[in-house]
């Protein structure tokens, strides 16, 4: 018993020796550094990435959004893991032609989305629906699936099918993929930074960019200036008027909270996950119903959050209407009373007045990260 007590007290310290030593050993060469310098003059020849720490994880978040995180989806994020996923995500390489990367549909200054109706892959073939936004993943719950017909778990599983896809991205395999990716001098550094050593791998490669997804977060829109200055802090509800909005933004955001929220959420928060809106009567593109082949699915889709909405036109999965006032023509007098119709909407529409319909695109607006859009850490990292 005493023999078993000391080994395991000898191991203690020695694990214990060995970890001190190991991390003076990193922090003597990389103290608040993402990498050695030797590496960093082969990455600083291509990329244009600070070598200063970088935080994607850490962000500090107003108040109103703290507990918006309670659950986490997917995987963790670690720094260099998610600088390798900014680099592998604005990469041409990761399709068959170099042609696209995933930011050529997922564009930061249009809040992640693409200003067209449908997406050019790597051979000018279009995307059968409009890209959508990427934002706040991190706080999606763990049963949202992902693309407008929710088809994707995760992250991870979303990057596995789009850069194979004969559209989107064309890689004819995965081992094309790593390949590619491998014949490369910085790539090889950054796997290190991100996962201990040089293996580059499919499974590693869908991680990072999942991280890098993950960290894009907004936070910074008008709306959320406002929930700050009026001290609004425990994350679960928005107060019927904020002190810097105008009267116009407040009446809207009065009525989104009436007519919109429980599908779309309260912006702090998502609402529902899919739905149909009344679209069409009959759908060409049946969405979630393509999938299940249950009538009762006919016409539903994903609900798109709603921040960054003013930056992300066209809208709906075709991309039908240009503007967000067609948007709200569309609730006001549009709704089509399909078998699916959600109860949450009138068939016909809400009937909204001039003014009401002024006042709703006035808050959805505010919703409108100039932040996020221009943040350095999500931007192209190439030279
Ligand atoms: C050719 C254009 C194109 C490329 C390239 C592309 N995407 Fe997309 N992305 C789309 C479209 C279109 C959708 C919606 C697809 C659907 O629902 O069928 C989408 C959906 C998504 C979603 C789902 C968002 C949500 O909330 O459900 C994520 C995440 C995403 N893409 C990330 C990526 C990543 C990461 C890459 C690079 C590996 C990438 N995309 C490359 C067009 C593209
Ligand atoms: C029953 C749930 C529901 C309600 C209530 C609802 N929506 Fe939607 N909304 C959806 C769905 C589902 C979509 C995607 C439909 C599609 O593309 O086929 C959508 C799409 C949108 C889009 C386009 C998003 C994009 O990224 O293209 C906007 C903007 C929008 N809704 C605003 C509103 C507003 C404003 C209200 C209140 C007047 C509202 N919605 C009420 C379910 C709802």
Same mark, same amino acid.
């Given at each position: 018993?005493?023999?078993?007590?000391?080994?395991?007290?000898?191991?203690?310290?020695?694990?214990?020796?060995?970890?001190?030593?190991?991390?003076?050993?990193?922090?003597?060469?990389? =103290?608040?550094?993402?990498?050695?310098?030797?590496?960093?003059?082969? =990455?600083?020849?291509?990329?244009?990435?600070?070598?200063?720490?970088?935080?994607?994880?850490?962000? %500090?978040?107003?108040?109103?959004?703290?507990?918006? /995180?309670?659950?986490?989806?997917?995987?963790?994020?670690? *720094?260099?893991?998610?600088?390798?996923?900014?680099?592998?995500?604005?990469?041409?390489?990761?399709?068959?032609?170099?042609?696209?990367?995933?930011?050529?549909?997922?564009?930061?200054?249009?809040?992640? +989305?693409?200003?067209?109706?449908?997406?050019?892959?790597?051979?000018?073939?279009?995307?059968?629906?409009?890209?959508?936004?990427?934002?706040?993943?991190?706080? !999606?719950?763990? @049963?949202? /699936?992902?693309?407008?017909?929710?088809? %994707?778990?995760?992250?991870?599983?979303?990057?596995?099918?789009?850069?194979?896809?004969?559209?989107?991205?064309?890689?004819?395999?995965? +081992?094309?993929?790593?390949?590619?990716? %491998? @014949?490369?001098?910085?790539?090889?550094?950054?796997?290190?930074?991100?996962?201990?050593?040089?293996?580059?791998?499919?499974?590693?490669?869908?991680?990072?960019?999942?991280?890098?997804?993950?960290?894009? =977060?907004?936070?910074? +829109?008008?709306? @959320?200036?406002?929930?700050?200055? @009026?001290?609004?802090?425990?994350?679960?509800?928005?107060?019927?008027?904020?002190?810097?909005?105008?009267?116009?933004?407040?009446?809207?955001?009065?009525?989104?909270?009436?007519?919109?929220?429980?599908?779309?959420?309260?912006?702090?928060?998502?609402?529902?996950?899919?739905?149909?809106?009344?679209?069409?009567?009959?759908?060409?593109?049946?969405?979630?119903?393509?999938?299940?082949?249950?009538?009762?699915?006919?016409?539903?889709?994903?609900?798109?959050?709603?921040?960054?909405?003013?930056?992300? %036109?066209? !809208?709906?999965?075709?991309?039908?209407?240009?503007?967000?006032?067609?948007?709200?023509?569309?609730?006001?007098?549009?709704?089509?009373?399909? *078998?699916?119709?959600?109860?949450?909407?009138?068939?016909?529409?809400?009937?909204?007045?001039?003014?009401?319909?002024?006042?709703?695109?006035?808050?959805?607006?505010?919703?409108?990260?100039?932040?996020?859009?221009?943040?350095?850490?999500?931007?192209?990292?190439?030279?």
């Amino acid at each position: 018993m005493q023999l078993r007590n000391f080994i395991l007290a000898a191991f203690t310290v020695l694990g214990f020796a060995f970890l001190v030593a190991s991390c003076t050993q990193d922090e003597g060469t990389l =103290i608040n550094k993402t990498f050695t310098d030797e590496d960093y003059e082969i =990455i600083a020849q291509h990329l244009n990435i600070p070598n200063d720490r970088t935080e994607y994880l850490n962000i %500090a978040l107003p108040k109103h959004m703290e507990s918006s /995180g309670f659950s986490v989806a997917g995987g963790t994020i670690t *720094n260099k893991g998610a600088i390798l996923g900014r680099v592998l995500f604005y990469d041409t390489r990761l399709s068959k032609n170099d042609a696209v990367s995933c930011a050529s549909c997922h564009e930061q200054a249009n809040g992640f +989305a693409e200003n067209a109706a449908f997406s050019k892959g790597f051979d000018n073939q279009e995307t059968k629906r409009n890209s959508l936004a990427i934002g706040n993943v991190r706080f !999606y719950y763990h @049963d949202r /699936g992902f693309m407008w017909d929710e088809r %994707a778990e995760s992250v991870e599983d979303q990057t596995r099918k789009t850069v194979t896809d004969h559209i989107e991205m064309g890689m004819d395999s995965w +081992a094309d993929v790593t390949d590619k990716v %491998a @014949d490369s001098d910085f790539y090889p550094i950054l796997f290190k930074s991100a996962f201990g050593d040089e293996n580059i791998t499919e499974d590693r490669i869908q991680v990072a960019l999942s991280m890098f997804v993950r960290s894009i =977060i907004s936070k910074d +829109a008008p709306f @959320d200036r406002a929930m700050v200055a @009026d001290n609004n802090g425990n994350g679960f509800g928005v107060p019927n008027s904020l002190g810097d909005f105008t009267d116009s933004e407040n009446r809207g955001m009065a009525l989104y909270m009436n007519s919109c929220r429980a599908c779309h959420g309260n912006i702090v928060f998502l609402g529902k996950s899919s739905a149909n809106n009344g679209l069409d009567m009959e759908y060409a593109d049946k969405g979630v119903g393509e999938l299940s082949n249950n009538s009762y699915d006919n016409g539903v889709f994903k609900v798109p959050f709603m921040r960054n909405i003013g930056l992300t %036109a066209p !809208y709906m999965h075709d991309g039908r209407f240009q503007t967000l006032e067609e948007v709200i023509e569309h609730y006001s007098s549009g709704i089509k009373n399909h *078998n699916n119709l959600d109860a949450l909407l009138p068939a016909g529409g809400f009937d909204f007045s001039a003014q009401e319909k002024e006042d709703l695109v006035a808050f959805l607006h505010t919703l409108s990260d100039e932040v996020m859009a221009t943040e350095e850490r999500y931007s192209n990292p190439f030279k």
